[in-house]
């Protein structure tokens, strides 16, 4: 069965540091990527998604990136973040069109 | 892209009583609905979606109905429990993603 793992749970970093989350996907291949942020209490926003390996597409603008250097792997990142970066974080994959995502367990950024 | 729209923002029912939360979407050719349930903290776990190819999908207490000539579906939620009490989303396909709802804060209250 197909299984995805997110990493880190929590993360609490200056402002201006730099990030790295990790998403990796377990029992498929080429499965369709997605990251997501739900600021707190809030909905989910489409940040970034990837339908094959080095495949970017990028929904906002912002001081986030996004990478697939393996088939199942996604990683986001940020040179610099921002106090408004702060959020919870959720990787998500799908067969393709037509399917429901399975998100990742997710990951707590707070930016200080 | 896709608009999904979420009505209530919030609802509270008393326990055994019926939940129904709605949502449109503007793009006709969408054909793909899933919803989706958040408990706080957590992530957020399909419980039921529906093609465009049928008009009701039914998983013991939870049903989702799809109306396409008028752009919407509900998720009917009978006999709720306490622990039906989360945030629920819905979705439809925009492009390669989905893009979801605000969501809806259901209270089941004993």
């Known amino acids: 069965s197909q299984t995805i793992h997110q990493w880190p749970a929590t993360l609490v970093q200056p402002v201006g540091s730099p990030l790295s989350l990790e998403c990796t996907v377990e029992?498929?291949?080429?499965?369709?990527l997605y990251w997501y942020r739900q600021a707190a209490g809030r909905g989910l926003q489409l940040l970034f998604y990837?339908?094959?390996?080095?495949?970017i597409s990028s929904e906002v603008p912002q001081n986030l990136s996004a990478s697939r250097p393996q088939d199942r792997q996604f990683i986001l990142s940020s040179k610099k973040l921002l106090l408004s970066d702060s959020g919870f974080y959720l990787c998500?994959?799908?067969?393709?069109?037509?399917?429901?995502?399975?998100f990742g367990s997710g990951t707590r950024l707070t930016v200080v | 892209g896709e608009n999904v729209e979420q009505h209530p923002s919030t609802l509270s029912v008393q326990e055994g009583d019926s939940a129904v939360i709605k949502c449109t979407y503007s793009?006709?050719?969408?054909?793909?609905f899933p919803w989706y349930k958040q408990e706080l903290g957590k992530r957020p776990q399909l419980i039921i979606d529906?093609?465009?190819?049928?008009g009701e999908k039914k998983d013991q207490r939870i049903a989702v109905t799809l109306n396409k000539t008028a752009k919407h579906f509900s998720l009917h939620i009978t006999e709720t429990q306490p622990e039906d009490s989360a945030v629920y989303f819905c979705?439809?396909?925009?492009?390669?993603?989905?893009?979801f709802g605000k969501g809806t804060s259901l209270l089941v209250t004993p």
């Open positions: 998500a994959w799908r067969m393709g069109q037509g399917y429901g995502y399975t």
């Open positions: 529906i093609r465009s190819n049928v």
């Open positions: 990837s339908v094959g390996i080095g495949q």
């Open positions: 793009d006709s050719a969408s054909n793909y």
């Open positions: 979705a439809a396909p925009s492009g390669y993603a989905l893009n």
């Open positions: 029992g498929t291949s080429n499965p369709n």
